[in-house]
Every structure is written in C-alpha cells, then in structure tokens.
C-alpha cells in the first residue's frame, strides 16, 4: 500500500509516528511532501526568540497521545544544559524547544522505516493538485515541480492559516502582514516608534513579548474587533465532570427538538454548581463592557486563587466538544458562533501565568494598552489610523496577526483544497474546511457517496470536529486515522497472500 502525507509539521510527524507504531513500516510505503527544509518545525515551531513559548505544560506536550510526556522525557536527555532546564513539571518550554523534538522524532521514525528496508520518501515540495486516479480508486497528487504520483491513500495536514489582512494593508509601508519569524520583525522596529498588533490572540501576545525581549521602550498597543486576550492557564488538576458529560449530551440531544444550546449551557452551569462555582463566574466572560485590562486582570487573580472553573471547561471541551458539534443543528451552530465562539476560543487556548503577569505588569507602566471595538484601518503617509468605537489613533508600525474566520481554508492550502473539490472528491463544509466522516476524517465526496481514502487532520477538518487546533486533539484524531490506514493495509494484504 502506498500512503502520502501531505505537511511535515507536527500534525504530519504525529501520524507517520501513530503509522510507525502500528507496525506498518513493512507493509507501507510513506511519503512526505514537504516544501521547508527540514520536517517538524512547520511554522508554529520554528527557530525564534525565546520568549515564544509553548502554551502547554511540558509533561502534556507529545505528538503520542498515550504517551503524554514524550516530549519532557526527550527535554530532560537533551545534550544541552539549558534545554534540560525546562524539563520540570509545570514548566513552559520555549516553542522552538518543541519544533527540535518533533525534528529529532522524525528522524527516528525515518530510521525505523530505513531499517525495514522501506525508507520514507520526502519530497520537498507542496501538493498543488488531487483527483481521483486511472483506475478510480486511487487518489493522483501534483507537486509544486510538477511531478505526478498516485497513491492508495493520502493525508492531508497543511496547518493553519497566516493572518487574515482584514484591511486590505498588504504591500503598505511599515505593515508587517505576519509576524514570524519574530527576531526578523523585531529587528526591523525602532526602539521608541508607536506600535500597533492588529488581534489580541496567542499570536499577538508572542509579538509584544517579543518587543519586550528587545527592550522596545516606545508605546505598543494590541488591537481587534473584541479586545479579548487569551484566558490564563491555571496549574493542571485532575477533573473529572460529573454533569457535563457524553451521557447527559447523547439525553439531551434525544429530547424534542435535539440538542439547543441552551441546553449545553444549563449543563455546564450545572457542572459548575456541583464544584461550588457560582454560574455568574461565565457569564462575566461574556459581558461585553468588561474592559480588557479588567478581564486580564480578573483571569490573573482567579488563577492565583485557583479557582477550578477554567480547567473544567478545558476538560470539557476536550470530553464532549465534538460529540455536542456534531449533534447541534446548523442554527445552534450559527447561534454559537455569533454569541460564543469568540469567548470560548480564548478560554481554551490560555496563555501561562507568567506571559499573563507580564502583560498586566506592562499596562499598569502604561507602556501597553489592549483596546476592542476596532472597525477600520488606513494607510497614511507616515503610518497608520486605527479607528475603534470608542476612540481613534495613529501608529507608526502594524503588525498583523488578526484570524480569519472559520470557514476559510488555510491559504496556502486554497488551490489543493479547490482541486479536491472540483474533482469531486470532497465538498466545502459551510463552517470551515472540508466535509469529513468524523468517524475516521475521511473526505466525503460532493455526491456524499461512500468516503474516499483522503483523510483530513487539522485545521481543515474544523467546520465537522470544531475544536481541532490543540495537540491533544490533533494526535487524538491522528490515532483514529493511523487505525484505519493499518487495517486497510492488512486487509490488502490478505487479500494478495497466495
């Protein structure tokens, strides 16, 4: 059988791993198309300042699922000292760290396939084309170079999108449409110059970090339409939810009318009350007058006091998610998004209590201000005009790192994904990527006929699972496809046995 995986970061190592662990180096031939130079780092984990940090605690940092402290295991072997400093428990690992783990394990995963007698094949160059092949069951791939080869299966694991140039600033001066590598964008700012991050998500808290790595000493501003920063990550706990569980989701979703939102909501508040939380605690995260140094500055203090709150409903969205995704109706989705999804995404991508304190120490100096309500941008001669609600600024630098919606393929995936589709081999999910048996995260065709053997990880597969962005989510599904790659291969090779 031969198997492609399209994308050398994180998400493609885990599954050539989950396939390596599954005995197939014997009876797959694998190969890698990527376009970088080197497999693992991808974009989320390339070589950058330190102060990019995991947003994880190491021991749950692993591109094996059933084995959740790979990576600090990896750490505390590392050759060098410093490196093994961050393989304490508890400890926020820079990103870069990370990206070198993922590299290393693939080179052991190569070195078992070498010894097999069946080495990977990397390819380095991106997928630009899929269709179905001569014979109408195998799946036809075009490369970048040009190069055509057909396969029995493929995996497609492009990442994420680049920030989304909501404004229309791209080719302005001293607009910096993304902001990775952050020691290259750093370099390029002047020590006391105005400037302005477009978004106040993870990626917009690494850039100011960044500028205060470097000692910037002029004014920095974080800027997006709701001025929400990412929650605080509290230590880990065991937590166990007793009311908001697959049970209770499958009960409701029996009743007349099927799942509401309301329902989920009163499950959850519910979940709350059973640990002695006061369900007012979540609805102050949806109140929208709630200044953003304010948020921060509640999220640091219920962090300190350990209030079990927020790991509950990461523990949550981790448990149920899916299975409450799956059983909303297209207009409690839509409902969802509109009022919650904003919150809720910044709740389950947290930032460490450190990167938190840092902040909030650098608004109180005045150095730092985190403004919502933002409704336009324009390029002036000197710079920029950023015009919110409730006031308007000019700036001398922006750096982009606002998201875009769900429903837009990552853009470096756009011509693949439009090939899939007008080959017929998988349709447009109206609430992101492609439509997926969630079974097994096969492509389902335009025809919803049978799935075919195309298989979607990540990003693409956000608009059927939701939540796919976390690693835990990510090599949860990665297991689920290496599953079905090995008894297909299995069964095929039965099926040739004399």
Known sequence: MEFAVIGGGATGVSLADALTRRGLTRELDLTIYEPKKEIGHGNAYRPDLSSSLLNGEIEFMSIRRAEPRHFQQWLSRHHDPRAREHSRSGSFAPRHLFGDYITDSFKRIEEAWRASGRPIEVIPHSVVHLSLGTDGERVRLTAADGRTREYDGVALCVGTNAPADAYGLAGSPRFIDNPYPLRVTVETIEPHEHVTVLGTGLTAVDVVLALLQQDHRGPITMASRRGLLPGVRQRYRQLSA????EVAVLEAAAAPGGLS?????????????????????????VDPTEAPADRLTRHVDLAERGEVWHPLLINAAND?????????????????????????????????????????STIRSGQLRVIGGVKNVTATIDGFTVTARETSFTTDTLINSAKNNMAAPPTAASALCASVVEAGLGQYDPFGGLTIDTADNRLIPADSSAPVPVFVLGQLAAGCLYYTSSLGMITRRAEMVADHVAATARSGARRHEP
Do not use: K
């Open 242 to 245: 007793s009311v908001l569980t």
């Open 261 to 285: 939102l309301a329902a989920v909501l009163r499950l959850m508040n519910a979940e709350l009350e059973t640990h002695g939380i006061a369900p007012e605690i979540l609805h102050r995260e």
């Open 320 to 360: 149920v998610i899916e299975l409450v995704w799956s059983r909303w109706s297209d207009a409690e989705r839509h409902m969802f998004l509109r009022h919650y999804h904003h919150v809720f995404q910044s709740l389950l991508h947290p930032m460490p209590m450190a990167t938190a304190t840092r902040l909030l």
